[in-house]
């Protein structure tokens, strides 16, 4: 049986791909590198959701639309996420996490 | 045509070895642009992912948002704001080290082993519609319509709330 046409080595992939990213956001020191992890995430969720589709669902256009929704998201959260870490940087400057202790901008 | 079956396949091990490689080269590295690079790796791999898929579409829009748009975005951010080398190099050595392997482990062992490893997935009797560009976009105008709404206004919150973010302290600084 061919290894690609499995259902479980997308889960995997993707479970790999959430772990990447739990480790990166627990391991990285700066803000930028976060959000390049939390990219992982959200890919690893797409990539379920488009493993399920193909193999599961019986309605193969929700799993598409659902990872299109995912890719709004993320594209909306870099472009969010990128100004506050500018903000963050012109008041404290510096992208150290650990330095940002008060809300107050 | 069983030449071709086996040139995907080998080709499928490559995409994974990719998207893999991306992944530790992305939270591995001590610079933050070889970081970014590695996650246009990854995200190029999931591309070829979809493919196998079998959903072309979803792997162009896939170069097309990610790695064209978020991938640029966040090398802006890396270029407008620098990171000191002496955080960077804690990058590989913090503290967090080994608080970040134990949560990685832990995380895929209980997936794996308590979810995926277990669960008897049984596929759809039947399927309405294919996986064609032609469905999904009657889909999402139809059916789905909430969802190509939705994402429309969170673009726009967006957009403005990034502007709004990005020039306040411009503006503090001038006056």
Same mark, same amino acid.
């Given at each position: 049986?061919? &290894? ?7 889960? !995997? ?6 772990? %990447? ?10 803000? !930028?590198? %976060?959000? %390049? =992890? =939390? ?33 709004? &998201?993320?594209?909306? $959260? ?5 100004? %506050? &870490? &500018?903000?963050v940087?012109?008041?404290?400057? =510096? $992208?150290?996490?650990? $330095? ?6 | 045509?069983?030449?071709?079956k *086996?040139?995907? /396949? ?39 992912? *979809? ?7 979803? @792997? ?5 948002? *990610? ?21 960077? #190099? ?12 134990? +949560? ?5 062992? #209980?997936?794996?082993v308590?979810?995926? #490893?277990?669960? /008897?997935?049984? #596929? ?15 889909s999402?105008l139809?059916?789905y319509?909430? +969802? ?9 919150? @967006?957009?403005?709330? @990034?502007?709004i ?7 503090e600084?001038t006056?």
């Open positions: 049986m061919m &290894i690609s046409a499995n259902l479980n080595t997308y889960l !995997i992939i993707a479970a790999v791909l959430l772990v %990447i990213g739990i480790y990166g956001m627990v391991q990285h020191r700066s803000l !930028i590198g %976060i959000l %390049i =992890s =939390s990219e992982f995430i959200l890919n690893g969720a797409a990539l379920n959701f488009m493993a399920f589709n193909k193999f599961v669902a019986p309605n193969p256009a929700v799993g598409q639309i659902y990872a299109l929704f995912i890719m709004g &998201i993320a594209a909306a $959260e870099a472009a969010i996420v990128v100004s %506050i &870490i &500018i903000a940087y012109r008041k404290y400057q =510096s $992208e150290d996490p650990e $330095e940002l202790q008060d809300m107050k901008m | 045509m069983i030449v071709y *086996y040139l995907a /396949e080998v080709l499928f091990y490559a995409l994974v070895c990719l998207t893999f490689a991306g992944g530790i080269m992305a939270v591995r590295s001590k610079m933050l642009m070889h970081a970014v690079l590695g996650l246009a790796a990854t995200l190029f791999g999931v591309a070829g992912l *979809y493919f196998h898929l079998g959903s072309p579409f979803l @792997a162009m829009m896939q170069i097309l948002i *990610y790695v064209g748009a978020v991938c640029i975005i966040i090398v802006l951010g890396v270029m407008l704001g620098n990171t000191p080398d002496q955080l960077a #190099s804690k990058n590989l050595t913090g503290r967090n080290l080994p608080l970040a392997l134990l +949560a990685c482990t832990t995380g895929f062992i #209980s997936l794996f308590a979810t995926i #490893s277990r669960t /008897e997935f049984t #596929s759809a009797t039947e399927k309405v519609g294919d996986m064609s560009i032609e469905f999904v976009g009657e999402l139809l059916q319509c909430l +969802a190509f709404e939705l994402i429309s206004v969170i673009l726009l919150t @967006a957009i403005i709330g @990034a502007i973010l990005a020039r306040g302290g411009r503006e600084k006056s």
